[in-house]
């Protein structure tokens, strides 16, 4: 499984941006968002079912960010709206479990990240 995101960028406090996660092949899979920021460990932001559509989210992002799937495009959105400074990171997706708490260990693949700066 390969994954490749993009969307990143920088954005004023309040603004929003839209990551995209091309999933090479889901092979029954769940999608997870992560991120990470300097000197922080990596946290679980979001993921979404592979076999039910149930999505998690991070108590810090709830209401504020929805992830979704386009199955057409191999494609997992994460939408992200009012956001704030401290959402700054590198944010990553990758394949692996979505069963509740958003865990990395439980995921096994991995792409490369993509810098989102919020300024204030």
């Known amino acids: 499984v390969q994954l490749q995101a993009s969307g990143g960028g920088l954005v004023q406090a309040g603004g929003s941006l839209r990551l995209s996660c091309v999933v090479s092949?889901?092979?029954?899979?769940?999608i997870g968002w992560f991120r990470q920021a300097p000197g922080k460990e990596r946290e679980g932001v979001s993921c979404i079912s592979r076999y039910d559509s149930k999505t998690s989210y991070s108590d810090s992002v709830k209401g504020r960010f929805t992830i979704s799937t386009d199955y057409a495009k191999n494609t997992v959105y994460l939408q992200m709206n009012n956001l704030r400074p401290e959402d700054t990171a590198t944010y990553y997706c990758a394949a692996g479990l979505c069963s509740g708490p958003i865990r990395p260990y439980e995921y096994d693949y991995w792409g490369k990240g993509t810098l989102v700066t919020v300024s204030s």
């Open positions: 092949t889901f092979s029954g899979y769940s």
